[in-house]
């Protein structure tokens, strides 16, 4: 069955490798060049090439050398125009074709993000950096953009500012001199960039702006690299951050996959309109700047992402449809990580903290009850994005750590976790292909009462089940949750108490780390809102009103504004308001020369705008209206598709 989100032929005929001549233009905010494919045939007598296109403008398009006549299909809302281009001779099963297509981006698409400077740290240089998944390569390039294919590409690149591709940069070195040694912002340098191995269209990235490049320790006896790339005023900041964990979460992801294939992991810190907490682009993850608090509470977000190298970047999905096991294999395995590093209460309080998302993204979906599924059957020209929560995450997750359990453990279960990475490696793949390969592994491997553990399994409602809650049960560690769920008792039953300044000092949280902090804060919103006092008193005593810990505060402004009528949600909306869009007045110690910046994160972003809404929806409105060039192209679509008592903010 063909990926449902594409238009292209590539089932008959698929790209191998494609080559790119770009020239990035600041002035236009456009990207202009030549790609070049070589497609492999798959059917017989294939007469034409079909390549999904979004807001991209044609200049001329010649295959195999012989210049031909191209039309554009009719456009469609989600999949854009399909661009059919002839063959001149039909070509034949295993044979070849060469494509070269003269084209220039548009300011409508959906995969760049170009910022004025004012909208960067430094201030003083633009920005650009794209965002292809899932579907939206196809208005960075003529593109076959489905998992389903994979291919190499090579780059040469053009621009007055440093660039970063998903491919190792090949020249000018990046322990060089920035841009070449040559005047950033003002004059020209091409950059090379080579990916030797093949990637789907959604990891194809580009980012160019003031960068600077700090190495990492390189570890002992591997054939790979790691480094950070940030704006020069972050640069810093950025490596101090990430240098103690990142080399050393890639070690211990080896051992129990396979070696790092990519040659590169780098990190490059993007500006704050970026709309994830990280996208693991071969070579180099984009990662949200909310991670840089200063004391590497948040970059278990690295680890991940780096978890995708294995895990959907290596075992790809073959369409939106099997996003889970992309997602949902990254999660469990993301959570295995924690427990190998650190101890298993750490896994379990992971799988605990995710719950949370779950359930709320559950209830989220009532109304649509079918996104709510792991395997999500998309009709043709569906938007996945439509569907984007922490489902295929926290459910397929879930779904794994049953599947570990009931088969006996991980004793058992993680040497089929190898062995599923070593047979699919380099593939795309549906979730029935998955579960034959579980099935095949046990039956091979295992014994007759693994092959009847996995027939106990309900796998229906596993997959395609909807409601509220899991199909089963799951039970984790919560020990590190402990402490937090006292405080947060305490805190409910203090709620009729007068004398506060008694009852709570900040020293209440000395013993907690960020992550037991969110958890505290998610325990008091299971609980009737809190009186407007009290909750002044728990932003000021804590911190939490100033902190600049987004994660802290995210959840501090749900507890503010989980009663939509209360006199404190009406007073902490136009705060939350302020800090969502970066407009907060610095209020905290020490943060007079802070600057606020739009949380561009949908985590954030999205949550905040929901609860404002239904506080007051005229603020939302205008704080969004004002400030609505400010977030991705992505985060602007959903956010506008926030729902509330089934209504959405914005339009439908």
């Excluded at 004793?411 to 380099?426: A, C, I």
């Amino acid at each position: 069955m063909a990926d449902p989100t594409s238009q292209s032929n590539y089932l008959s005929i698929a790209t191998r490798h494609l080559s790119l001549e770009w020239t990035l233009d600041f002035l236009t905010r456009t990207v202009c060049g030549t790609a070049v494919y070589e497609l492999d045939v798959k059917g017989d007598k294939v007469a034409e090439v079909i390549l999904d296109t979004a807001d991209l403008v044609i200049d001329n398009i010649h295959v195999d050398g012989r210049s031909v006549e191209f039309t554009l299909g009719a456009e469609h809302a989600v999949m854009g125009s399909a661009l059919h281009i002839p063959i001149p001779c039909p070509a034949g099963k295993g044979t070849s074709v060469k494509l070269a297509i003269k084209y220039e981006t548009t300011t409508d698409g959906t995969a760049l993000q170009w910022l004025d400077k004012k909208q960067t740290q430094g201030g003083n240089f633009p920005f650009l950096f794209s965002q292809c998944q899932p579907i939206y390569a196809r208005s960075l390039v003529p593109i076959q953009d489905t998992p389903s294919v994979k291919f190499t590409y090579n780059a040469h690149v053009t621009a007055v500012l440093p660039i970063l591709m998903s491919a190792i940069l090949v020249s000018p070195p990046s322990t060089g001199p920035p841009h070449d040694g040559r005047k950033i912002g003002q004059d020209e340098v091409t950059y090379i960039f080579q990916q030797s191995i093949p990637i789907p269209s959604y990891l194809l990235a580009i980012a160019s702006g003031n960068l600077r490049y700090r190495p990492l320790p390189a570890p002992k006896g591997k054939d790979w690299r790691s480094g950070v790339w940030a704006e020069e005023e972050l640069v810093d900041a950025a490596e101090w951050e990430f240098k103690e964990d990142t080399t050393k979460f890639l070690e211990v992801e080896e051992k129990i996959t396979v070696p790092y294939r990519f040659g590169v992991y780098d990190l490059l810190v993007l500006p704050p309109s970026f709309p994830y907490g990280g996208m693991e682009n071969a070579c180099v993850t984009f990662v949200t700047p909310t991670l840089l608090t200063g004391d590497r509470t948040l970059v278990d977000v690295v680890l991940h992402e780096i978890t995708h190298s294995w895990f959907g970047n290596g075992v790809t999905h073959a369409d939106a449809c099997h996003f889970w096991l992309n997602e949902g294999w990254t999660t469990y395995v993301e959570r295995l990580l924690q427990q190998i590093l650190h101890t298993p209460a750490h896994r379990g309080f992971s799988f605990l903290i995710g719950s949370k998302k779950l359930y709320d993204d559950l209830k989220l979906y009532e109304s649509r009850p079918r996104y709510q599924r792991l395997q999500i059957a998309f009709e043709n020209g569906e938007n996945p994005d439509d569907a984007y929560s922490s489902v295929p995450y926290e459910k397929g997750a879930n779904f794994l750590l049953h599947i570990e359990r009931t088969l006996g453990g991980l004793d058992v279960f993680l040497p089929y976790v190898k062995n599923y990475v070593q047979t699919f490696m380099g593939k795309s793949i549906t979730t029935q292909q998955w579960k034959d390969h579980l099935y095949a592994y046990y039956r091979e491997h295992g014994t007759r009462d693994n092959v009847e553990a996995l027939d106990s399994i309900d796998w229906l409602a596993w997959l395609y089940g909807e409601g509220l809650t899991l199909p089963v049960p799951v039970e984790y560690d919560v020990t590190l949750a402990h402490e937090s769920n006292l405080l947060a008792d305490r805190w409910n039953k203090a709620r009729t108490a007068t004398n506060l300044q008694e009852l709570f000092k900040a020293s209440d949280l000395q013993e907690l780390d960020a992550n037991q902090i969110v958890v505290f804060l998610e325990r008091l919103q299971s609980y009737p809102a809190l009186p407007k006092h009290h909750i002044s008193f728990l932003g000021s005593t804590y911190s939490f009103a100033t902190t600049p810990n987004a994660e802290i505060r995210l959840r501090f402004y749900e507890v503010a504004l989980l009663d939509p009528q209360s006199d404190a949600a009406r007073e902490y909306a136009v705060d939350a308001a302020a800090w969502v869009v970066g407009e907060e007045i610095p209020k905290g110690k020490g943060e007079e020369g802070r600057k606020g910046v739009v949380k561009g994160r949908m985590k954030f972003c999205r949550p905040i705008f929901r609860a404002l809404y239904t506080v007051d929806a005229e603020l939302a409105l205008e704080t969004y209206r004002r400030h609505k060039l400010a977030f991705h192209p992505i985060a602007r679509n959903l956010i506008e598709k926030v729902r509330t008592g089934g209504a959405f903010m914005i339009g439908s």
